[in-house]
């Protein structure tokens, strides 16, 4: 650490050390603070360039490892990545209901046990509970793009419990994570012990 300027005054006044020599020695202490410093910030700029390279990786890594279902796309004949809109359950309970014949509706009730009409007037009550919001219709994701669908999501609750279905078969049933899957079953579970067993 360079002396106090009451320290150099002290010095430069005694005859142990002359002005030129105490010139130099400042000179050389000002170069080794301007090299410390030098050295100081490349180490910050490598560090956040590791950061960065770190997190772009995790990202990357997170990305190539996550699970995908690939349909073929009608229009060109290519296989593209799936979305819930293209699962059978999509298409059948919830765009074209009025096309259930009255097998299905025995099928449906079989699998899923619970009746068609009481399924419909179930997913209007849980899209109106604030303990499902982040599935209601409408809702966003922390990506701005749409929340999975709680039809599909309800009947992956329902298909669990009653046929005792993994997470990872509902999501080839609906194209939908068997993390999503799982975390929206903790909820449905949560609501049924306090809300419908009341009712």
């Given at each position: 650490m360079p002396p106090s300027s009451n320290?150099?005054?002290h010095l430069l006044l005694s005859e142990e050390l002359c002005p030129e020599k105490f010139l130099s020695g400042w000179k050389r202490q000002r170069d080794l603070e301007e090299e410390e410093e030098e050295l100081l910030q490349a180490c910050r700029a490598s560090s956040s360039s590791l950061a960065a390279d770190h997190v772009a990786t995790r990202k990357q890594?997170?990305?190539?490892?996550?699970?995908?279902?690939?349909?073929?796309?009608r229009d060109s004949g290519e296989p593209r990545e799936g979305t819930p809109h293209d699962s059978l359950w999509w298409v059948n309970y919830v765009m074209c209901p009025h096309l259930m014949t009255p097998r299905m509706l025995h099928k449906f009730r079989r699998c899923f046990r619970m009746p068609f009409k009481t399924w419909q007037e179930l997913v209007d009550k849980l899209n109106t509970e604030?303990?499902?919001?982040?599935?209601?219709?409408?809702?966003?994701?922390?990506?701005?793009?749409?929340s999975s669908s709680l039809q599909l999501l309800s009947l992956g609750a329902l298909r669990y419990l009653g046929r005792k279905c993994t997470f990872d078969c509902l999501e080839e049933l609906t194209f939908i994570s068997e993390r999503t899957h799982e975390r929206f079953f903790a909820k449905?579970?949560?609501?049924?012990?306090?809300?419908?067993?009341t009712e």
């Open positions: 320290a150099l005054h890594r997170k990305k190539d490892t996550s699970a995908k279902m690939f349909v073929i796309d604030e303990i499902f919001a982040p599935w209601h219709h409408g809702a966003k994701n922390c990506f701005g793009t749409a449905y579970i949560e609501y049924g012990a306090t809300n419908l067993y």
